[in-house]
């Protein structure tokens, strides 16, 4: 078998138990999310922000991918998350049979909202469909504003892309309206916000687009 | 043949081609560094502000790895290097074999030094001997302080640590001396330095790190 027929493989197997997941996320009524970025964009600071806000209206779910260390799920715990940790070891992503193994010892009839963080890769995790019903790439704006043309394939992906850091837009030589137009260029429909998790900015927007998609699924 | 068998045998051969690299490289009399590191942290600038202050004084080639776009290097040859691009078309790391592919396109006979700038990846190229001297991890002070435990191989690989971006530490919560010290855990031997490829800080020591490792190898 050639390289590219190894790799067709892989993604359709990958699909199949992709579709699996979303049945059982469908069956057990939550609106899930598939958080991707490069690593230190701020994925458990958001998740965090996020819950001090969300946790004592739903009840939420944190499936934490890492290639090792408990640690993000420690944060997350903290901040009122209940969930489960998936070390891959080494592996650079988070594949639909990884999340299918742990779904089990998730309480999806009593959640509301699951969160998945892949991760920290923006490359390898951007084509593995985990059954999310939202795939969403976080963009920090410590990065450079030249990232979505150089990493085109998680934006090609993504219905939601969202602008972290924001706070330190004073003091970086970042043109957010240039990263987000790439965005556009890559992705017409794919949504676009900004926040700073750490300071706040845009957070009440954030949890209302949250509260909106998960009101959207529950009314099919 | 088992997975694990099949990643033996890629990095087996990869390990032989890196090899041979080195040979080129050696006979060519040039010091070589693999730079990897997160989207984002800085590579391509530290690289621009390497060249500012040693292009007048050593001849400079650069090997650009991307997923896509020529972005890198129009910016480094802007800055007075030569070289070459490689775009590995989704792939997540640089391998020997695509180096050694670029090697009779590259004037090594004329020149000093050679900077390999890795793709955008914490994980993938970490275990990818591309033929180089020494290989460098770079991070950034936006990126989070925690990243040396979460993503070990890297660490354990590189002989190499620069932590770039020490302007934004006023505005961050970031502990550095943690940072470090979780290098130091992983790999006792590896070199650490700190820099602001934007502003200076740290250049100069920068800079005669890499005269002495060029006047090191060509002593022998």
Redesign the interface.
């Known amino acids: 078998m050639t390289k590219i027929n190894v790799e067709k493989k892989i993604q359709s197997d990958n699909e199949t138990i992709a579709e699996k997941n979303r049945r059982v996320f469908t069956d057990g009524d939550v609106f899930v999310l598939n958080i991707i970025s490069?690593?230190?964009?701020g994925k458990t600071t958001l998740l965090e922000a996020t819950l001090d806000r969300l946790a004592s209206e739903f009840n939420i779910l944190v499936i934490e991918g890492?290639?090792?260390?408990e640690?993000?799920m420690d944060r997350v715990r903290a901040h009122g998350a209940g969930g489960i940790q998936i070390n891959t070891g080494?592996g650079?992503h988070l594949s639909a049979n990884m999340v299918s193994e742990v779904l089990p010892d998730l309480d999806l009839e009593s959640a509301d909202l699951v969160f998945i963080e892949n991760?920290?890769?923006?490359?390898?995790p951007a084509t593995y469909d985990l059954g999310e019903d939202v795939r969403m790439v976080l963009l920090?704006t410590?990065?450079?504003d030249?990232?979505p043309?150089?990493?085109?394939?998680i934006f090609h992906e993504s219905q939601m892309a969202v602008v972290n850091?924001i706070?330190?837009l004073p003091?970086?030589?970042y043109d957010i309206e240039r990263a987000e137009k790439e965005v556009r260029v890559l992705n017409p429909q794919c949504e676009i916000m900004r926040v700073s998790a750490?300071k706040g900015d845009g957070m009440d927007e954030w949890c209302d687009w949250l509260r909106g998609k998960l009101a959207a699924k529950r009314a099919g």
């Open positions: 490069s690593p230190g964009s890492d290639v090792t260390t640690r993000d080494g650079c991760v920290g890769n923006l490359i390898c920090s410590t990065e450079g030249d990232k043309m150089k990493y085109p394939a850091k706070d330190l003091y970086l030589p750490l």
